[in-house]
Nanobody, 123 residues
Framework: QVQLVESGGGLVQAGGSLRLSCAAS????????MAWYRQAPGKQRELVSD???????NYAISAKGRFTISRDNAKNTVYLQMNSLKPEDTAVYYC?????????????????WGQGTLVTVSS
């Protein structure tokens, strides 16, 4: 029904930058908050940043000042610009979205996850 497809991960040296993208597709009526999470080896998945459909943003302390989340509502896409990357940013990054599907008078609310994209920061 609804898919989130991430792209933009890869290998980068410490201090470098990457830009992640996540595009939603399917029978979408509306998308609420979109978010990026990450999971490092042996650790729990954690919120990196999220953004409402009105553009209000929220960042984890580890991401503040280095990462910028943005979205293009017309393209159902969310981005994460990551600068000044550190080895501790190494993780699989997952996109998450609160999606409304269906038709007027018959809507459903879904929480959808992407498949993840690996970010590796070398020292």
């Amino acid at each position: 029904q609804v898919q989130l497809v991430e792209s933009g991960g890869g290998l980068v040296q410490a201090g470098g930058s990457l830009r992640l993208s996540c595009a939603a597709s399917g029978s979408i009526v509306n998308i609420g908050t979109m978010a990026w999470y990450r999971q490092a080896p042996g650790k729990q998945r954690e919120l990196v940043s999220d953004i409402t459909n009105g553009g209000t943003t929220n960042y984890a302390i580890s991401a503040k000042g280095r990462f910028t989340i943005s979205r293009d509502n017309a393209k159902n896409t969310v981005y994460l610009q990551m600068n000044s990357l550190k080895p501790e940013d190494t993780a699989v990054y997952y996109c998450n979205a609160a999606v409304v599907i269906g038709s007027p008078g018959n809507v459903r609310y879904l929480e959808v996850w992407g498949q993840g994209t690996l970010v590796t920061v070398s020292s």
